[in-house]
């Protein structure tokens, strides 16, 4: 099967690519069609971010990269690759299980239900130690008040013996990515690691996974509705639309040089917090239900530019001469002036 | 810690005293024990003399008082029944009641909490549908009659067990059995409905995504937080069972044990045993409660006891 787009550059072979992957939910009410052709590339070291609306097939993305995917959903079509290799069938399962919570990790949204309440911080820091680095107990221990400390967490010992319920939500998620780096991991998926947070919180968060990023080379892959956090944190972005991919590019292009109309739409609708008087543009309308998607454009009910070919389903293709693809019959550059990018850029630089 | 036992130790001491209140102003409703020990020919004189060596011809408060007196030196006087010491039938009566709900909550929670976890690993499976159509037949089934359909079966058909009486293991079978399986049954429910909906609490996604295996997910982790509230139902068994539930059994099998010989007691208007048992009963009651939180607050730390 050969990749369906040629948005990355020949040379370093991806460490995590989706080639058009498909997943199905056998509901009481139907089938629903998770997703529908998920394809992207993240090279090693960078971070890449997948955006979309509420039900577009994020979470879906990124349960299926770390195979959580339970009943009734299954993989229904395509493929994931880890530097090449498949994590599907029998050997690319044997495959993910090495690899889970080892070379790849996950950091969820809600870091309140996403601990064990009746388990101390330090026993989940030593459990996932000893399980993936063969750690003893002592060793454990000790590495996981080093690991507390890195993500940012005062007086590391006294935390170590703590239980959930005694720390903060911001606490708790870098407990949470503490965890998720225990055992130095090459890539991480962050699924809306922020949006359960206050706003404060939310910024240090961020600051935190770049950090780590520059420091240990990590790979991520993150999962956010927040464009000014995909123009500060991220290298590549992928645009996600009814559980497929409608754009993907690198995030420098996406404010100025979007091609689909929904990509267009979403960076019109982000509030820029220089300018408080701007009005915040939504997109009309809502996606189509995935119990039965249209058989063409997913987004034509609601897109501005649409045309005959809508009726047929627009293939993601690279775009023309640029760095990035997208799905969309009738893509041009945006109708307005190119925007600035948000200054939260800046915090996070 | 210590302000909460000493505040539950206190607790526990209104509640006997309350039980035994209750008890000591019913036992002499029950029946005039002088009535009932005299034969129909004694005179008024002998009446009068056997109502003052009781102690009956005092006013009630006098006699109130002085039973709790007593009870502080674990002193109940002596059973009008059996004409000795009530806390010495007492006394030997209880192990053989610990005896039965031990073996038959024992019998319980030993296969009421596996079997419940193993349906809830796979809900509607094979394993779930067979283990939940037994548990709604030890539920639906009355105690006295579960008891006579094992006896029927394993007494007196296959002859496996004896049909009543105690002394060895296997007159305990039946017995612990009949108190048991009811109990197994709500456990293994509770158990299984627990367990399942800790397997879909994020924290278990989170560990799942950790790359731990599901066995030391399940064992680890949503087992132990399932356990919180079979706790609650377990001692809420073992409480129901030694202060009622026992009765019945040991009237099935004719077991010795405390509840036999209060429903004795009762026949014989025994207000000096009955007081005894109701006692120890509740004394029981108070200690298992205690018991039971503590070990909430050693499973479960967001419990504070103060
Ligand atoms: N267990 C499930 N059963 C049935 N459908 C499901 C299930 N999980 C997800 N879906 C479907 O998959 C679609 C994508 O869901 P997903 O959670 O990935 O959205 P998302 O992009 O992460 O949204 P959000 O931003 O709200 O987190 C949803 O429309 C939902 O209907
Ligand atoms: S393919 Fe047609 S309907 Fe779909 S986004 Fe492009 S112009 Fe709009
Ligand atoms: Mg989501």
């Not at chain 1, 940012?152 to 013996?161: K, L």
């Not at chain 1, 009910?301 to 760095?323: N, V």
């Not at chain 2, 038959?104 to 499976?125: N, T, Y």
Request: charged letters at 15%; a neutral charge.
């Amino acid at each position: 099967m050969g990749s369906p787009i040629a948005m990355t550059r020949p040379d370093p072979t991806p460490i995590l690519e989706l080639r058009n992957l498909e997943v199905c939910f056998d509901t009481r009410a139907g089938i629903v069609r998770g997703l529908r052709g998920v394809s992207f590339a993240l090279e090693p070291g960078k971070t890449l971010a997948l955006v979309g609306e509420s039900g577009s097939g994020k979470s879906v993305t990124a349960s299926a990269v770390m195979g959580l995917i339970q009943l009734p959903g299954a993989i229904t079509g395509g493929d994931i690759l880890w530097k090449g290799e498949s994590l599907l069938g029998r050997a690319g399962a044997r495959r993910a299980a090495r690899l889970r919570g080892k070379q790849m990790s996950m950091v969820f949204q809600d870091p309140m239900t996403s601990l064990d309440p009746l388990m101390s911080i330090g026993a989940h820091l030593v459990e996932v130690q000893r399980r993936h680095l063969g750690l003893s107990r002592r060793a454990a221990a000790a590495r996981g008040a080093e690991l507390l400390d890195a993500v940012g967490i005062t007086d590391p010992a006294r935390r170590m013996g703590q239980h959930p319920h005694e720390l903060s939500g911001g606490m708790r998620q870098r407990v949470m990515i503490a965890l998720a780096i225990a055992c130095e991991p090459e890539l991480l998926i962050a699924d809306e690691p922020t949006t359960a947070l206050d706003v404060t919180i939310q910024a240090q968060v961020l600051d935190l996974l770049a950090d780590l990023q520059r420091d240990m080379g990590l790979s991520i892959l993150l999962i956010t509705h927040d464009l000014g956090v995909v123009a500060g944190l991220c290298e590549e972005v992928a645009v996600m639309y009814a559980g497929e991919i409608v754009e993907t590019g690198a995030a420098d292009d996406l404010f100025g040089r979007a091609r689909h109309p929904y990509t267009q739409g979403l960076v019109r609708a982000t509030p820029r917090l220089t300018d408080r008087s701007e009005r915040l543009v939504s997109i009309d309308g809502a996606p189509p239900g995935l119990l039965d998607p249209p058989s063409g454009c997913a987004f034509a009910p609601r897109c501005p530019q649409t045309t005959g070919a809508c009726a047929a389903r627009p293939p993601l293709r690279a775009a023309p001469g640029g760095h990035g693809a997208h799905a969309c019959w009738n893509a041009r550059p945006a109708a307005w002036e190119p925007a600035a990018r948000p200054v939260q850029k800046a915090s996070f630089a | 810690m210590a302000q909460f036992l000493i505040r539950r130790a206190l607790q526990g001491m209104l509640v006997i005293l309350g039980v035994t209140l209750v008890v000591f102003v019913a036992t002499r409703m029950v029946g005039d024990p002088v009535q009932m020990m005299l034969p129909l020919s004694a005179s008024a004189e002998q009446r009068a003399a056997f109502s003052q060596q009781l102690g009956l011809d005092q006013p009630l408060g006098t006699q109130f008082l002085a039973f709790v007196g007593d009870l502080l030196r674990f002193d109940f006087g002596d059973s009008l029944w059996q004409r000795r010491p009530a806390i010495e039938i007492v006394l030997t009566k209880l192990p053989r009641t610990l005896e039965l709900i031990a073996a038959g909550f024992g019998f319980a929670v030993i296969l009421g909490v596996p079997l419940g976890a193993l349906a809830a690993m796979r809900p509607d499976g094979l394993w779930d549908r067979i283990i939940v159509s037994l548990s709604l037949i030890g539920l639906s089934v009355p105690q006295f009659w579960l008891g006579l359909i094992l006896v029927m079966v394993f007494a007196v058909g296959l002859g496996l067990f004896p049909t009543s009486g105690s002394g060895s293991l296997s007159h305990l079978v039946l017995p612990a059995l009949t108190l048991g399986i009811p109990s197994m049954a709500r456990i293994m429910m509770l158990t299984r409905s627990s367990v399942i909906a800790e397997l879909n609490q994020q924290y278990v996604r989170t560990a799942r995504a950790r790359g731990l295996p599901f066995a030391h997910i399940l064992f680890g982790h949503a087992m132990r937080n399932a356990l919180v509230p079979v706790l609650t139902l377990a001692g809420w068994e073992v409480i129901s069972a030694w202060a009622g539930y026992t009765v019945v059994v040991e009237t099935v099998f004719a077991w010795p044990g405390l509840g036999m010989t209060a429903m004795g007691a009762i026949n014989h208007s025994d207000m000096f045993l009955l007081q005894a048992i109701v006692f120890v009963v509740a004394l029981g009651i108070v200690l298992v409660s205690l018991l039971l939180d503590l070990l909430y607050k050693l499973i479960d730390p967001r419990i504070d006891l103060a």
